[in-house]
C-alpha cells in the first residue's frame, strides 16, 4: 500500500476529530497522531479498545517464556537464623571491613590537607557506587511475559465499548498485503475506568523437583515445520544473475590504451 493512501486516511480522520492508529500484529503503534505514542503497545496507550479487541477474538494471548532472564533476588528468609559462616568467610568479610575503614578514616582526616575536599568528593562516590553495587545484585531466573497476536481470519470489526457516562465507538480493519491494522477510535469519551493491558515479566517459581529437572534437561531448538524457501507473488527471475554478467572488452582495454598514451601526450 502506498503512503499516499495512509496519509489521505490520516487526514480524512484528522478531519473528523477521531484518533487514528496503525498497529503491527502484535499490537505496537508504528503511525499515530502524536509522536509519543509511536513504539508503544496499544494496551499502554488504551487499554479499553485493547481490551475490547481480545474479548472479541481480533487479538489472542501467548504467553512466553524467557530462559536467560535477570532477576532481583529475593531478600525473604525461612529462618530468622543466621546462616553459618566459615572461618575463612568470616576473617575475609572483618579484613574487607577493615580496609573500608582505613580508605574512609584516610578521606576525612586532614592529613590530606588541601585535598580534604577531593576526599569528601571521593567519599560520596565510594558510598554511592558501594550502595550502587548492592542494588544491582541480581541472579539469573526464568520469567514469564504475554504477548498479543493478531488473528488474520478476523479482517474487520468494530465495537462500542460502554464508559460509564459516554460510549467510545472503534472500527478495526486489516491492511491489505502486510501485517498491519488501521484502528480509528473516538477520542471524546474518556474510558479511563479500563486498566491498562501491560506486557511485564513476572518470575517462574519452581520447586524443587522440577528446577533439578530443568538443569539436567538441554533443550534442543526446535525446526521449523515447513520451508519457507518461495514466496507465491514472488518471480524468482527477478533475484540473482549475477552470475551472468560479462566483463566489457572496451572498458578493461581503456585504462591499457591511457597508460600508453599518456607519455606520448605529456611531451
Not at 499515530?32 to 508503544?40: A, C, D, I, L, Q
Not at 488504551?46 to 535477570?70: E, I
Not at 506486557?199 to 539436567?216: G, I, L
Request: aromatic share 8%; with cysteine; charged share 20%.
Amino acid at each position: 500500500m502506498k503512503l499516499e493512501f495512509l496519509q489521505r486516511k490520516f487526514w480524512a480522520a484528522t478531519r473528523q476529530d477521531l484518533d487514528c492508529f496503525v498497529i503491527d500484529n502484535n499490537g505496537f503503534i508504528l503511525i499515530s497522531k502524536r509522536s509519543h505514542e509511536t513504539g508503544r503497545f496499544l494496551g499502554e496507550v488504551d487499554g479499553a479498545v485493547m481490551t475490547q479487541l481480545l474479548s472479541m477474538g481480533v487479538f489472542s494471548q501467548v504467553t512466553m517464556y524467557d530462559y536467560q532472564a535477570m532477576c532481583k533476588p529475593s531478600s525473604h528468609h525461612h529462618s530468622a537464623a543466621q546462616p553459618l559462616v566459615s572461618p575463612i568467610s568470616a576473617f575475609l568479610t572483618a579484613t574487607r571491613w577493615l580496609l573500608q575503614e582505613l580508605v574512609l578514616f584516610l578521606l576525612e582526616s586532614s592529613v590530606w590537607g588541601s585535598w580534604y575536599d577531593r576526599g569528601a568528593e571521593a567519599k560520596s562516590v565510594f558510598h554511592h557506587s558501594h550502595k550502587q553495587k548492592k542494588q544491582d545484585q541480581l541472579q539469573p531466573c526464568d520469567t514469564e511475559y504475554p504477548v498479543f497476536v493478531y488473528q488474520p481470519a478476523i479482517r474487520e470489526a468494530n465495537g462500542i465499548i460502554e464508559c460509564g457516562p459516554c460510549q467510545k465507538v472503534f472500527v478495526v480493519q486489516q491492511i491489505p498485503n502486510s501485517n498491519l491494522l488501521l484502528l480509528v477510535t473516538d477520542p471524546t469519551c474518556d474510558c479511563s475506568i479500563f486498566p491498562p493491558v501491560l506486557q511485564e515479566a513476572t518470575e517462574v517459581k519452581y520447586n524443587a523437583s522440577v528446577k533439578c529437572d530443568r538443569m539436567r534437561s538441554q533443550k534442543p531448538r526446535r525446526r521449523p515445520d515447513s520451508c519457507h524457501a518461495f514466496h507465491p507473488e514472488e518471480n524468482a527471475q527477478d533475484c540473482g544473475g549475477a552470475s551472468d554478467t560479462s566483463a566489457s572488452l572496451p572498458l578493461l582495454l581503456l585504462p591499457l590504451c591511457v597508460w600508453g598514451l599518456l607519455p606520448h601526450l605529456l611531451r
